[in-house]
């Protein structure tokens, strides 16, 4: 099994109002800078683990992440890193323009020499009040973004589109991407719908935080249409990320444990606004009323916390369900818990958790 890492940048510097939006005026330079030190000194710990590959993703308006723009971190990261393989899971398409986004990817694909893979997601209900996307669209422009952002990656001719929601009259994006016919691109599974996409796009999938029963319900909707598609996939076409901390004991790996209000704050008015924005891109009817008793945080399969032991008995009973090939994990992931003790959970898990699924071990760790 492969192991990835998703690397948030987490802004370490103190805060008053835990929110979103966070209010700007609570950003200091000092402690922004020194934030993405960390976020590079994670990957570079991840990368003497053992872990196949460093991931971010886009972002915006929060203390958790501070990568709006992930393709220029990891650029700068691959320089860091000449040997290392690089993910972008990923950019949030509705909010950009697909083939300046495709000329983007081509280019970090380049710089990169190869080492790299993408994700193309539709983004999480607060990404939609940035720039004012509209979510109602978002379902069908982000499909046909990303059919727009695949052609513009294989085309070799010059080439005009008409669409719904894209027109553009010429489309020759330069550089071309160095892998062929393009990087690995993932989608999301964590819908019926997002799972059949991906499975007729030929395309990676990709589950956040999802049951096992989830899981093995949508992984069935993939194959069938994969194979409509006219392919097969593999384990290795199959990405699972989850909450993870690592510590010698479960009482350790407590301090780890992700901030549950990590996706914004608990105020009914934001409550109210994420469930619109929420039932917009899910397709209800607008004029909708919402059941306010029936919104709150995401919900979410447990993190794995714990001892290694642990962790990697949580682990196999996902992989019994899921059979991913590829596993991503966020550790810590929230600025509570601090950049050393990240750094810390990193190594262990590189003495632990990394060769026990590299050697497909889930059963227990070898003795150290």
Known sequence: MKVEIFVPVSYYGPVEVRSWPTPSRQYDSRHGMRSMECGFEQCEAAHRAGFDSLNFAEHHYSINQLSPSPIFYAGLLGQRLPDAHISVLGSDLPLHNPVQLAEEYSML???????????????????????????????????????????????????????????????????????????????????????????????????????????????????????????????????????????????????????????????????????????????????????????????????????????????????????????EFIVGGTPSCPHEAVVESIQLMGETIVPALHADRLEAVNAR
């Open 109 to 327: 694909d380049n710089l990169l020499g190869g080492r790299l893979s993408i994700g193309l997601l539709r983004g999480t209900p607060n990404e939609y009040l940035t720039y004012g996307t509209n979510p109602w669209e978002s379902k069908e422009s982000f499909k046909e973004a990303v059919r727009l952002f695949i052609r513009a990656l294989t085309e070799p001719e010059p080439f005009g589109w008409e669409g719904r929601y894209y027109r553009y009259r010429n489309v020759s994006i330069w550089p071309q991407p160095v892998q062929r016919p393009h990087p690995p691109i993932l989608l999301s599974g964590n819908s019926t719908d997002s799972a059949r996409f991906a499975g007729e796009m030929g395309c990676d999938i990709g589950f956040s935080f999802q049951s096992p029963e989830s899981c093995t319900a949508n992984l069935e909707v993939y194959r069938q249409a994969a194979a409509t598609a006219g392919w097969e996939p593999t384990a290795d076409n199959i990405l699972y990320r989850q909450f993870c901390f690592v510590g010698e004991t479960a009482q350790q790996a407590e301090r780890g444990r992700p901030d549950p209000n990590l996706f914004g704050g608990a105020s009914m008015d934001y409550m109210m606004t994420m469930g619109a924005v929420g039932a917009a891109m899910a397709g209800v009817p607008k004029g909708t009323p919402l059941d306010p008793s029936k919104l709150g945080p995401p919900r979410f399969d447990p993190a794995w916390i714990g001892s290694p032991e642990q962790v990697l008995e949580q682990i196999g009973r996902l992989h019994a369900a899921a059979g991913m090939g590829r596993v």
